[in-house]
């Protein structure tokens, strides 16, 4: 009787064995840079003035992108001609409060590194005192930590945009209002209110775009400092939405979906294949979506093909 031996070999060795040249993911170390930058910003589609305080200089700060298991190499520098002390708070970072995430005195830096361990996507924001300031007069944006690959229950999207909701407060200097809820006036997508909206405001020029069928992603962060989201579709239906936008905690063929203040979340959205359709993407709150959060999606064959791919998800 003649023993078998069984051996149990890598994936390298297999591709030793086969010739083939089998590719790794391998986690890079990812180097962001950010300017704290107290100026004037456009806040609306007819040019209307606001005194912010930025992520270099405009309302959201950049959209950082990584992979999960990358490391992020991190700098702000605050220049000596702002007034104010600044800060960064990365959702995504498991990290110390009271050293990473200090507020920077104008004049100085702060460099710090983090591990992007979970994927999801996050909220990033001011963190100086008072907080509920710097984040409502502009400092706020995105941090996306995809997975290490796509997958059946996490496929890869035709197009992806950003849609980042916040409060506007026209007294940018009354941050006790802000703390109350009091003295806002209108919702700002991106920046700006109804800034992809053309059909309730005639000055807008931008809107988002795909092709009928296509699978288009949204990462959407709540950056309101008071009001939760009711993230709706208008004339379709969410054909998943990722909680915290991590592809472990998926939900399907939802109408509605609340988002906290300071959370973020991934919605699918999927349009008839056989025909052009309009989908109006909006916070179901009615006092939101009247006052600016209101976002228009067009599904038609002659969609432009940059718009939601590279650098085009987040529009400005």
Same mark, same amino acid.
């Given at each position: 009787? $003649?023993?078998?031996?069984? +051996?149990?070999?890598?994936?390298?060795?297999?591709?030793?064995?086969?010739?083939?040249? @089998?590719?790794?993911?391998?986690?890079?170390?990812?180097?962001?840079?950010? %300017?704290? &930058?107290?100026?004037?910003? !456009?806040?609306?589609?007819?040019?209307?003035?606001?005194?912010?305080?930025?992520?270099?200089?405009?309302?959201?700060?950049? &959209? &950082?992108?990584? /992979?999960q298991g990358d490391t992020v190499d991190f700098t702000l520098d605050n220049p000596a001609s702002n007034k104010n002390?600044?800060?960064?708070?990365?959702?995504?970072?498991?990290?110390?409060?009271?050293?990473?995430?200090?507020?920077?005195?104008?004049?100085?830096? %702060?460099h710090f590194v983090f591990t992007a361990k979970r994927a999801g996507v996050y909220m990033y924001h001011c963190g100086?005192?008072?907080?509920?300031?710097?984040?409502?007069?502009?400092?706020?944006?995105?941090?996306?930590?995809?997975? /290490?690959?796509?997958?059946?229950?996490?496929? /890869?999207?035709?197009?992806?945009?950003?849609?980042?909701?916040?409060?506007? +407060?026209?007294?940018?200097?009354?941050?006790?209002?802000?703390?109350?809820?009091?003295?806002?006036?209108?919702?700002?997508?991106?920046? %700006?209110?109804?800034?992809?909206?053309?059909?309730?405001?005639?000055? =807008?020029?931008?809107?988002?775009?795909?092709?009928?069928?296509? $699978? !288009?992603?949204? +990462?959407? @962060?709540?950056?309101?400092?008071?009001?939760? @989201?009711?993230?709706?579709?208008?004339?379709?239906?969410?054909?998943?939405?990722?909680?915290?936008?991590?592809?472990?905690?998926?939900?399907?063929?939802?109408?509605?979906?609340? &988002?906290?203040?300071?959370?973020?979340?991934?919605?699918?959205?999927?349009?008839?294949?056989?025909?052009?359709?309009?989908?109006?993407?909006?916070?179901?709150?009615?006092?939101?979506?009247?006052?600016? =959060?209101?976002?228009?999606?067009?599904?038609?064959?002659?969609?432009?093909? /940059?718009?939601?791919?590279?650098?085009?998800?987040?529009?400005?």
């Amino acid at each position: 009787m $003649r023993m078998i031996k069984t +051996f149990i070999l890598s994936g390298a060795a297999l591709a030793m064995i086969s010739g083939a040249i @089998v590719p790794h993911a391998q986690a890079k170390t990812v180097k962001v840079h950010m %300017k704290a &930058v107290e100026t004037d910003v !456009v806040i609306d589609n007819k040019g209307t003035k606001y005194p912010a305080w930025t992520y270099d200089g405009g309302i959201p700060g950049q &959209v &950082v992108r990584v /992979k999960q298991g990358d490391t992020v190499d991190f700098t702000l520098d605050n220049p000596a001609s702002n007034k104010n002390s600044h800060s960064i708070d990365f959702h995504a970072a498991e990290v110390d409060v009271l050293n990473e995430f200090a507020a920077v005195r104008p004049g100085h830096s %702060k460099h710090f590194v983090f591990t992007a361990k979970r994927a999801g996507v996050y909220m990033y924001h001011c963190g100086a005192n008072p907080m509920v300031q710097h984040i409502a007069r502009g400092m706020y944006g995105v941090i996306i930590v995809d997975p /290490k690959t796509y997958s059946k229950a996490y496929p /890869k999207p035709d197009r992806e945009y950003v849609l980042i909701q916040s409060q506007y +407060f026209p007294d940018a200097d009354n941050y006790s209002a802000m703390l109350e809820n009091k003295g806002w006036t209108n919702s700002l997508i991106n920046g %700006k209110i109804f800034n992809y909206d053309p059909v309730h405001d005639p000055n =807008a020029t931008k809107v988002l775009m795909a092709k009928p069928g296509e $699978r !288009v992603r949204i +990462f959407f @962060v709540n950056a309101n400092v008071n009001m939760p @989201v009711a993230f709706h579709p208008i004339a379709g239906i969410w054909d998943r939405v990722y909680v915290n936008g991590n592809p472990k905690n998926v939900l399907y063929d939802v109408q509605t979906y609340g &988002v906290p203040v300071a959370a973020a979340s991934t919605f699918d959205i999927v349009s008839p294949s056989d025909h052009a359709t309009n989908n109006a993407i909006v916070d179901h709150t009615m006092s939101a979506a009247l006052r600016g =959060a209101i976002t228009v999606l067009m599904n038609r064959p002659d969609a432009d093909p /940059k718009l939601g791919k590279g650098d085009n998800i987040l529009l400005r």
